[in-house]
């Protein structure tokens, strides 16, 4: 029977190794072992990843306090805590915004694991995703002010302008402390423009139902947790739009780079020559005029499905 420390620390080990597993997959337009962006490589995500880790285990701890009674969810500090580890974040590396979206995904994932019995380590996804929702449904306005705060010590490229509570206004979040604006209620109002709010509430729908399963079969058929990352990528790639290019050079060039992704797979991905060398021409161009095209939400997407893999028991 596991201690309460060590279950929390579990968990945070969990959900560190899925980030150093997911950059260590050579996924086209993003960084990893060898390549990266001007300012940002490798290095940058291997510090993040260490950084974050003692705030999972804090998530974690958080949610088995719900679980014995000692706290309610709304005293959880979901928000607080995403803003903690975005801070730490910047503070072990100098390579700018590298787990904003994961770090946004990965709290109340962990949360929701510290809520939830496990067998040995392995937890009962589904067991789990009920609990995700109560955590993510549970959130404050505090939360929401302390998220705002996060975004704004991250400093990611390619936010716009909301329609609505923008982050870089300085009245919106006099309103949501004002008006008592929930962190859930604010993502809700993101969502339609947003994938990350979009998984948020609506209870991680493209990451249970598509990617996690995507990544499993891969995982099944390959055997190797590279390429079963890099095809489980262009299938999300290829199904959702990536919402970070979009925000940053329309929607149309996102259904664009969605369309590539399938031609990719259609061709046999990493499995045929064509396949490779379609990839190769693919991830060059989605290199080309600054990163714009980088798929980053994508990458938190499969981020999460790795995740959800590693605590139900995937070991590399």
């Known amino acids: 029977m596991q201690s309460s420390f060590d279950k929390a620390t579990h968990i945070a080990q969990c959900l560190e190794l899925a980030i150093l597993l997911e950059v260590s997959a050579d996924k086209p337009g993003n960084v990893n072992l060898v390549v990266g962006f001007e300012d940002t490589d490798h290095v940058h995500f291997l510090a993040s990843a260490v950084a974050a880790s003692p705030l999972f285990r804090l998530a974690a701890e958080r949610g088995l306090a719900v679980s014995r009674g000692e706290i ?9 805590i995403i803003r903690d580890c975005v801070a730490e974040i910047g503070s072990w590396q100098s390579g700018g915004n590298t787990l904003l979206g994961t770090v946004l995904l990965f709290v109340p994932l962990a949360v929701a694991a510290g809520m939830t019995p ?14 995700l929702k109560r955590v993510v449904e549970a959130t ?5 002010v302390a998220v705002y705060e996060a975004i704004r010590i ?17 009245t919106s979040t006099e309103r949501i402390l004002r008006e008592r604006i929930t962190l ?8 339609p423009y947003d994938m990350i709010c979009s998984e948020w509430v609506n209870n991680y729908p493209v990451i249970f139902d598509f990617a996690y399963p995507r990544l499993t079969r891969w995982l099944k058929e390959d055997g190797n947790i590279n390429s079963a990352v890099v095809h489980a990528f262009l299938e999300v790639l290829a199904a959702y739009p990536d919402t970070f290019i979009a925000r940053k050079v329309g929607m149309q060039k996102a259904r664009e780079v969605s369309a590539m992704a399938e031609e990719i797979l259609k061709n046999g991905g990493l499995k045929t020559p064509a396949g490779r060398e379609k990839l190769r021409l693919f991830d060059a161009f989605l290199r080309l005029d600054g990163n714009n095209l980088n798929p980053g939400t994508t990458a938190d997407i499969i981020a999460a499905a790795i995740a959800l893999a590693v605590l139900n028991g995937y070991r590399p």
């Open 118 to 131: 496990s067998e040995e380590g392995f937890f009962q996804l589904s067991e789990l995703r009920l609990n």
């Open 184 to 191: 859930y209620k604010v993502f809700q109002i993101a969502a």
């Open 140 to 144: 404050t306005p505090e939360d929401a």
């Open 72 to 80: 309610s969810l709304e005293e959880v500090g979901v928000g607080r």
């Open 154 to 170: 991250a400093k990611p490229s390619g936010l716009g302008k909301a329609p609505d509570l923008d982050v870089n206004d300085s």
